[in-house]
């Protein structure tokens, strides 16, 4: 497996430092979710998205995947095709980037039912995946909020056969809702295209947040969760999201990236 980070993890970096960084501690990619520090959406102007084309190519440094604000679980229509609308233009950046992915989440109104946040998912993501590929490029839901656990990705990806509709496997959260990782990969290892890595501590209140920790210093066994899932065949990338934008007192990423890649060399015994 290959070995990037977000650009979540350095929100007072330049893409620049970004790059470089990367390349000082062994990382073989980047996957860009901040550019200068700010949240990256389809206002980026013309000379932003040539700037971040031209320094990317010019290190050698591939953009691993683009990880978009899109919520695609949304009950109303309205609401959808604002999403879709919005996923459309973060696809297209991807492709004039070379990006093979773009990562949406469910982010469900908070009055919605499971079963509405479902269908109103299937019902974006299947433009979105019809888009993807016609441009080469992949659209993953990520294990993330309403959508934290792989039956409820399952569910939305069962519906959408179109293989440019894939997995974003945050390794946190399915493990926080109580999955195996057998159970996970079962339901989405053969949709599975890209992979998050971060750890935290379960609260012993049971509130659903866990506290971020660095590499090995919380309560995922991420050394275990890897080796399974990789003898279960899973060969693409693995990218660090190290939440320093939304949890600034968090270690800073000087300390956090190469902390992680460190581990990460020794969990896939490279």
Not at 117 to 137: C, K, M, N, Q, S
Not at 237 to 244: I, R, S
């Amino acid at each position: 497996m290959k070995i990037a980070f977000t650009t979540l993890a350095c929100p007072n970096w330049t893409l620049e430092q970004a790059i470089e960084a990367a390349k000082s501690y062994g990382y073989e990619g980047l996957e860009l979710r901040l550019l200068d520090g700010e949240v990256i959406t389809p206002a980026l102007d013309k000379e932003q998205r040539a700037r971040v084309k031209r320094v990317m190519k010019e290190a050698n440094l591939p953009i691993v995947c683009l990880d978009t604000s899109v919520r695609i679980a949304q009950p109303k229509a309205e609401d959808r095709e604002a999403q879709i609308k919005d996923g459309f233009a973060m696809l297209e950046l991807a492709s004039e980037w070379e990006a093979p992915s773009i990562r949406v989440f469910g982010g469900p109104p908070a009055d919605a039912s499971h079963a509405d946040a479902i269908a109103g998912a299937i019902e974006t993501l299947r433009p979105l995946a019809e888009r993807g590929a016609e441009l080469g490029v992949s659209v993953l839901l990520e294990t993330h909020d309403a959508f934290s656990a792989g039956a409820s990705v399952a569910e939305v990806l069962n519906a959408v056969p179109n293989p440019a509709a894939g997995v974003l496997w945050d390794l946190l959260h399915p493990n926080r809702m109580g999955e195996t990782t057998a159970e996970t990969w079962k339901l989405i290892g053969h949709r599975l295209q890209h992979i998050h890595v971060k750890d935290g501590t379960r609260p012993a209140d049971g509130n659903p947040n866990w506290p971020l920790k660095l590499l090995g210093e919380g309560d995922v066994p991420t050394e275990a969760i890897l080796k399974e899932i990789q003898a279960a065949g899973y060969n693409g990338w693995l990218a660090v999201e190290w939440e320093k934008k939304w949890h600034p007192d968090i270690a800073e990423p000087e300390v956090a990236l190469p902390q992680h890649i460190k581990l990460l060399r020794q969990y896939l015994g490279a």
